[in-house]
């Protein structure tokens, strides 16, 4: 399924049904009072988060989401039903707000979760509603309220731990397709993903991570040139970037440090905080340089490229130093969470955590 991360919808919650006027007619019940029901209310509009979509693609071709409008008010004390709800299924990820204004409704973070993002018309009242013992024959009437009217932007933050970053063609799709579940398009020649891929790391029982590979950038993307600043917003919400470096270019006149540089630049450029994230360096394609010129190689880019944090020779085609990077992502992750989790509050007569015994055994 083609992979879509925007969209812009029309929704529309039913209106409420308009009371009615009504009065009682019985044999030798001359004046039977006042019996018109109120009108049902409209339907809602809700948006629930459903792990099993990973695409906005279904809403560019369904622009127009409307729910049922409430039922009149009837006579003999019957009440209009109220109007029939509508759920949209977004995928986990969505970032809903109001096309007009700009303001974000809600952002879907949690499977299942579901909000409310137009709400349905209350129904009219009917004249039984007005009976008084100075006004025993009401005429009077509401009209049911119009329900939530709005354009909204759709857009998709895939959640995932992992980011891999690279220029088109530094091995990206191999690298994800060799340590996860993701099977993206790979080929022997030059060219670019064209949208975002997931997969699962797992690394044991109960123990995985999820790594994203977006479309690559070049320079200039931070303005909008190539595809890559599309898709640097699934990169905001993870955890750890891998920037990979293609040792062995087609090009021989392609300098890798400079490539590198160029990326790191767009990322400052695009958002400051998502320059700030951890950054791994992963220089890829090792298997294609010769043993003898590795060690040379690398220390000549690192010197040139002049980066400060942990480095990892791989070849994503071989998996040579995939395993020793997937342990210390995850292990990376794991202090990450420790470190984010809230304070536990101890007792002060278990500093432990957990009594030594009970009185009453």
Not at 43 to 60: E, Q, S, W
Not at 73 to 79: A, K, R
Not at 104 to 127: M, Q, S, W, Y
Not at 343 to 358: E, I, K, L, Q, T
Request: hydrophobic share 40%; net charge neutral; with cysteine.
């Amino acid at each position: 399924m083609k992979f879509v991360d925007e969209a812009i919808i029309d929704i529309a919650a039913g209106d409420g049904g308009n009371g009615c006027v009504s009065f009682r007619h019985e044999k030798y019940k001359e004046f039977g009072g006042p019996n018109g029901g109120d009108g049902g209310r409209g339907g809602n509009v809700y948006a629930v988060a459903d792990p099993a979509l990973n695409t906005l693609v279904d809403f560019r071709f369904s622009r127009r989401h409307e729910a049922k409008k409430g039922q009149h008010g009837m006579g003999s004390d019957m009440f209009g039903a109220a109007g029939e709800d509508i759920t949209l299924k977004m995928p986990v990820g969505t970032i809903i707000s109001d096309l007009e204004t700009g303001e974000v409704l809600h952002e879907l973070l949690t499977p299942g979760e579901v909000i409310l993002i137009a709400k349905g018309g209350e129904g009219g009242f009917g004249n039984m509603r007005f009976k008084s013992s100075i006004n025993r024959a009401p005429r009077q009437k509401t009209p049911g309220q119009p329900g939530e009217r709005r354009e909204v932007k759709l857009e998709l933050k895939v959640l995932a731990d992992v980011g891999l970053l690279g220029m088109p063609n530094a091995g990206k799709s191999t690298l994800i397709s060799a340590i996860s579940n993701a099977r993206p398009k790979i080929a022997d020649y030059p060219f670019t993903t064209l949208h975002p891929n997931l997969g699962v790391v797992r690394v044991g029982p109960s123990q995985s991570f999820v790594v994203a590979d977006v479309p690559g950038l070049i320079e200039g993307a931070s303005d909008g040139a190539g595809l890559g600043h599309q898709f640097l917003r699934h990169l905001q919400r993870t955890r750890l970037l891998l920037h990979l470096v293609d040792m062995a270019p087609f090009d021989d006149a392609v300098d890798p440090a400079k490539q590198a540089k160029g990326i790191v630049a767009e990322l400052k450029k695009y958002d400051p905080e998502l320059f700030a994230k951890p950054r791994w360096l992963v220089l890829n394609k090792m298997d294609m340089v010769p043993n003898e010129e590795r060690a040379q190689k690398v220390k000549d880019f690192l010197k040139a490229f002049k980066f400060k944090g942990p480095v990892f020779e791989v070849s994503a085609l071989t998996r040579e130093g995939c395993e020793p990077l997937i342990q210390a992502v995850f292990q990376h992750l794991k202090a990450q969470q420790i470190a984010e989790a809230p304070p536990v509050d101890v007792d002060p007569r278990f500093p432990n955590g957990v009594a030594s015994g009970s009185s009453d055994s």
